[in-house]
């Protein structure tokens, strides 16, 4: 906490000056931000995940309310509270470098005796557009269960359908959009210093911004949960990780290799469900 707001703050109680200085540093609230938020979206993916070992657990009753071919609204409720946590969990973490480069301006502000915005509001703003592919995610699966694409238990039910998911994936990672977007989310600088703002309602719309130049860098890879299961834990953190380490590079490389990772692999899902039905019999 700077002098400034430690002179500001001293005509109050000890325990609430305490307070108040917390709040007056916006890269200490960013930390916090980005960590509850992540954490609450993996506590509630590891609640969801213990239910496969308990046949009352919610996961159960999950893939059961699947299993009908008219899920009730509870199931529906129950998806979209799952990719919800999906998308705090993989995305947040990625996502603060950006929160950390708002705060970083914002403490500099702050220590000028100017006017900031807290930066749980920009976290808001993005964390709204992920919630809209959560809700898209949902209606996606609901589909794709009808369709038999994906089983009850919320995984791929065909070879086929899982490699076109990695190739479209990764043929996506070398696209133009890709990189417009994956320019902002590694270096978002300019664009807050451009579109600087100190209303709440200010702040909150450069959220919904950098979570729109979010979505256009992760969506794709995202939608690999389709392909290996919505709740494999594992592909979740790797695939966390992935997003996360291509917003710090500086470089196409890394993205490049991505891309073609996942396109070898989705041929491999389609050459192994071709010779799995080879030689065809005949009728």
Same mark, same amino acid.
């Given at each position: 906490?700077?002098?400034?707001?430690?002179?500001?703050?001293?005509?109050?109680?000890?325990?609430?000056?305490?307070?108040?200085?917390?709040?007056?540093?916006?890269?200490?609230?960013?930390?916090?931000?980005?960590?509850?938020? /992540?954490? +609450?979206?993996?506590?509630? #993916? *590891? @609640? =969801?995940?213990? %239910?496969?070992?308990?046949?009352? &657990?919610? $996961?159960?009753?999950?893939?059961?309310?699947?299993?009908?071919?008219?899920?009730?609204?509870?199931?529906?409720?129950?998806?979209?509270?799952?990719?919800?946590?999906?998308?705090?969990?993989?995305?947040?973490?990625?996502?603060?470098?950006?929160?950390?480069?708002?705060?970083?301006?914002?403490?500099?502000?702050?220590?000028?005796?100017?006017?900031?915005?807290?930066?749980?509001?920009?976290?808001?703003?993005?964390?709204?557009?992920?919630?809209?592919?959560?809700?898209?995610?949902?209606? /996606?699966? +609901?589909?794709?269960?009808? #369709? *038999? @694409? =994906?089983?009850? %238990?919320?995984?791929?039910?065909? &070879?086929? $359908?899982?490699?076109?998911?990695?190739?479209?994936?990764?043929?996506?990672?070398?696209?133009?959009?890709?990189?417009?977007?994956?320019?902002?989310?590694?270096?978002?600088?300019?664009?807050?210093?451009?579109?600087?703002?100190?209303?709440?309602?200010?702040?909150?719309?450069?959220?919904?911004?950098?979570?729109?130049?979010?979505?256009?860098?992760?969506?794709?890879?995202?939608?690999?949960?389709?392909?290996?299961?919505?709740?494999?834990?594992?592909?979740?953190?790797?695939?966390?990780?992935?997003?996360?380490?291509?917003?710090?590079?500086?470089?196409?490389?890394?993205?490049?290799?991505?891309?073609?990772?996942?396109?070898?692999?989705?041929?491999?899902?389609?050459?192994?469900?071709?010779?799995?039905?080879?030689?065809?019999?005949?009728?």
């Amino acid at each position: 906490m700077t002098e400034t707001a430690h002179d500001h703050l001293s005509h109050l109680p000890p325990a609430e000056s305490r307070l108040g200085g917390i709040f007056a540093r916006p890269k200490a609230l960013a930390i916090v931000c980005v960590i509850a938020l /992540a954490g +609450l979206g993996w506590a509630y #993916l *590891a @609640l =969801l995940t213990a %239910g496969l070992s308990d046949p009352l &657990g919610a $996961f159960d009753v999950l893939c059961r309310a699947m299993a009908d071919t008219s899920p009730g609204p509870a199931a529906i409720a129950l998806v979209a509270l799952m990719w919800g946590a999906m998308t705090l969990a993989m995305m947040l973490p990625s996502a603060a470098p950006m929160i950390l480069t708002y705060a970083e301006i914002a403490d500099a502000a702050a220590r000028k005796g100017e006017r900031i915005v807290s930066p749980f509001v920009l976290a808001g703003g993005y964390t709204v557009i992920w919630f809209g592919f959560a809700a898209a995610a949902t209606a /996606a699966q +609901l589909t794709l269960t009808r #369709l *038999a @694409l =994906l089983d009850t %238990g919320m995984a791929s039910a065909s &070879g086929l $359908f899982s490699g076109a998911i990695f190739i479209a994936a990764g043929v996506y990672q070398f696209s133009a959009l890709k990189h417009a977007c994956l320019t902002q989310c590694r270096n978002p600088f300019p664009f807050f210093f451009t579109n600087w703002a100190t209303t709440t309602r200010g702040v909150f719309r450069l959220g919904l911004k950098q979570g729109l130049f979010c979505l256009g860098c992760c969506w794709a890879m995202m939608a690999v949960m389709f392909a290996v299961g919505l709740m494999n834990v594992v592909w979740m953190a790797g695939l966390g990780i992935v997003m996360t380490l291509e917003k710090l590079g500086t470089g196409r490389a890394f993205t490049y290799a991505i891309g073609a990772v996942l396109i070898v692999v989705g041929a491999a899902f389609i050459i192994t469900s071709f010779l799995a039905h080879w030689p065809v019999q005949a009728i």
